[in-house]
């Protein structure tokens, strides 16, 4: 039976659709700090690039973002996000015809949040949550489909989602797979085990990895990997490699974004590319918002009895920035913890650090 389970905390909503005990789809949401996707605007042409085939845009909150197609400097053009800032670029929008009154750039309607994203994928699925803050921010629609539960997340599903985070991965038949993102593509490794049949090794390897290929692509959907993606077998000579490719085109037929195998590389490398929408798990997770955030989760897990003093939280600049522009987060955990949280610039902290003081 199909589930969608919620585990809310300061400014994040982790959303894990359940089908007994196999994660399915995952996301994060963060009501604070929307990431744009499916947003309408009116954005005011600034410069036009037409051999990049669009124009660069202004937007009402002073960002820019890149709309396709070709327009005359200084319209007001009507536009959908169809791609959130990531990888180091801004929004990517495209034309659309939505009639509006707005004589400057203007935020004309939100996109649908991820939860309402996975909601309409398993429109039979109730929604589980164990915290009243999550059911006031759930839209209207689908509160039908609220279950009370006194806890979203087991460690059986905590352990699921907090294993996404990890760069490296088990697939079926012990296959392991390291995730490495670069600012042009993310490259995944293939490992084969050591046990691997050694009388006929090239057969046996590539069945073990056709085999480790659904729940790779599995993977590939949960992180919401997108843009181009180069996968590299394992134990497979280059030659045989193209082989590969039709069970692989097949392991992603039901990825919703229709992501494509292309082909494999002279090199042997397997080729697919996925549309790119929200961003990816795991600049959510490493940017200093998403570090901020988890900051808050820990130390609420960590809250001592009684009443406590108010909490300071040292960080390094961009986290404490990044916090300090989430008023959904920092309120959120004021009513959670009981008192406020204090915020302290660290010059000297990576950006992955942070410490506590009480």
């Given at each position: 039976m199909?589930?969608?389970?919620?585990?809310?905390?300061?400014?994040?909503?982790?959303i894990?659709?359940?089908?007994?005990?196999?994660l399915?789809?995952?996301a994060?949401?963060r009501?604070?700090?929307?990431d744009?996707?499916?947003?309408r605007?009116?954005?005011?042409i600034l410069?036009?690039?037409?051999?990049?085939?669009?124009?660069?845009?202004?937007l009402?909150?002073g960002?820019?973002?890149f709309?396709?197609g070709?327009?005359?400097v200084?319209?007001?053009?009507?536009?959908?996000?169809?791609?959130?800032?990531q990888?180091g670029?801004?929004?990517?929008?495209?034309?659309?015809?939505m009639?509006?009154?707005?004589?400057e750039?203007?935020?004309?309607?939100?996109?649908?949040t991820?939860l309402?994203?996975?909601?309409?994928?398993?429109?039979?699925?109730?929604?589980?949550?164990?915290?009243p803050?999550?059911?006031?921010?759930?839209?209207?629609?689908?509160?039908?489909?609220?279950v009370?539960?006194?806890?979203?997340?087991?460690?059986?599903?905590?352990?699921?989602?907090?294993?996404?985070?990890?760069?490296?991965?088990e697939?079926k038949?012990?296959?392991?797979?390291?995730?490495?993102?670069?600012p042009?593509?993310?490259?995944?490794?293939?490992d084969?085990?050591e046990?691997?049949?050694?009388?006929?090794?090239?057969?046996?390897?590539?069945?073990?990895?056709?085999a480790?290929f659904?729940?790779?692509c599995?993977?590939?959907?949960l992180?919401?990997?997108s843009?181009?993606?180069?996968i590299?077998?394992?134990?497979?000579?280059?030659?045989?490699r193209?082989a590969?490719?039709?069970p692989?085109?097949?392991?992603?037929?039901?990825?919703?974004?229709?992501?494509?195998?292309l082909?494999?590389?002279?090199?042997?490398?397997?080729?697919?590319?996925?549309?790119r929408?929200?961003?990816?798990?795991?600049e959510?997770?490493?940017?200093?918002?998403?570090?901020?955030l988890?900051?808050?989760?820990?130390?609420?897990?960590?809250?001592?009895?009684g009443?406590?003093?108010?909490?300071?939280?040292?960080a390094?600049?961009?986290?404490?920035?990044?916090?300090?522009?989430?008023?959904?987060?920092?309120?959120?955990?004021?009513?959670?913890y009981?008192?406020p949280?204090?915020?302290e610039?660290?010059?000297?902290?990576?950006?992955?650090?942070?410490?506590?003081?009480i």
């Open positions: 199909m589930e969608i389970r919620i585990a809310w905390s300061p400014g994040e909503a982790r894990a659709a359940m089908d007994g005990d196999t399915q789809d995952f994060l949401w009501p604070g700090k929307p744009g996707y499916g947003d605007h009116a954005v005011r410069k036009s690039a037409e051999n990049m085939g669009g124009a660069f845009v202004s009402a909150d960002s820019d973002g709309l396709t070709q327009h005359a200084g319209d007001l053009v009507s536009a959908l996000v169809v791609r959130s800032p990888g670029k801004g929004l990517r929008l495209k034309p659309i015809e009639a509006h009154a707005a004589t750039p203007a935020l004309l309607a939100r996109g649908p991820p309402e994203t996975i909601a309409a994928r398993y429109p039979d699925a109730p929604i589980l949550i164990d915290e803050a999550v059911a006031a921010r759930i839209p209207a629609s689908l509160r039908a489909r609220i009370r539960t006194p806890a979203a997340f087991d460690a059986h599903v905590t352990a699921l989602c907090d294993a996404l985070s990890e760069p490296v991965t697939l038949g012990g296959v392991r797979a390291t995730f490495t993102p670069t042009a593509l993310m490259a995944i490794d293939l084969c085990p046990n691997t049949d050694r009388r006929s090794r090239a057969t046996a390897q590539a069945g073990v990895n056709m480790a659904p729940d790779l599995r993977e590939i959907r992180r919401n990997l843009g181009a993606i180069l590299d077998p394992a134990g497979v000579t280059p030659r045989k193209p590969l490719v039709p692989l085109r097949e392991a992603l037929q039901h990825d919703p974004m229709k992501p494509q195998a082909g494999a590389t002279a090199l042997g490398l397997l080729e697919v590319v996925r549309t929408s929200r961003p990816p798990l795991h959510l997770l490493n940017a200093p918002h998403g570090i901020g988890s900051a808050l989760r820990q130390i609420i897990a960590q809250r001592p009895t009443a406590p003093p108010p909490p300071t939280l040292k390094a600049i961009s986290v404490v920035r990044a916090l300090e522009t989430d008023t959904v987060a920092l309120d959120s955990f004021s009513t959670t009981g008192t949280l204090r915020l610039l660290a010059p000297d902290y990576p950006v992955n650090y942070w410490s506590l003081h």
